[in-house]
Nanobody, 114 residues
């Protein structure tokens, strides 16, 4: 059974950093497109970062470009979202997604506030 579990969220001050993890099970993540989305209160879910299986490239939303980095650990079958220079507008529930069965993680809260 395909399953995604996020971890690493929490409360951080503006300018701080967090790393989100997404542990995959039931499939090998490197064989499928992986994405991070987020949804802020009262807003629609938006794509944050997306990797391509074809060429391994990653695209980022303009709002996070240069601050967020998507990476993966094949041995742990886990992907990460390193978030630096966090801003209050980054506050949202963050979701991991795989094209394998169009599966979503349960989501994890990130709050950026002083």
């Amino acid at each position: 059974q395909v399953h995604l579990v996020e971890s690493g969220g929490g409360l951080v001050q503006p300018g701080g950093s967090l790393t989100l993890s997404c542990a995959a099970s039931g499939f090998t993540f490197k064989n499928y497109g992986m994405r991070w989305y987020r949804q802020a209160p009262g807003k629609e879910r938006e794509l944050v970062a997306s990797t391509s299986v074809t060429d391994g490239s990653t695209i980022y939303a303009d709002s996070v470009k240069g601050r967020f980095t998507f990476s993966g650990d094949n041995a742990k079958n886990t992907v990460y979202l390193q978030m630096n220079s966090l801003k209050p507008e980054d506050t949202a529930v963050y979701y991991c997604y795989t094209a394998r069965g169009s599966t979503w993680g349960q989501g994890i809260q990130v709050t950026v506030s002083s």
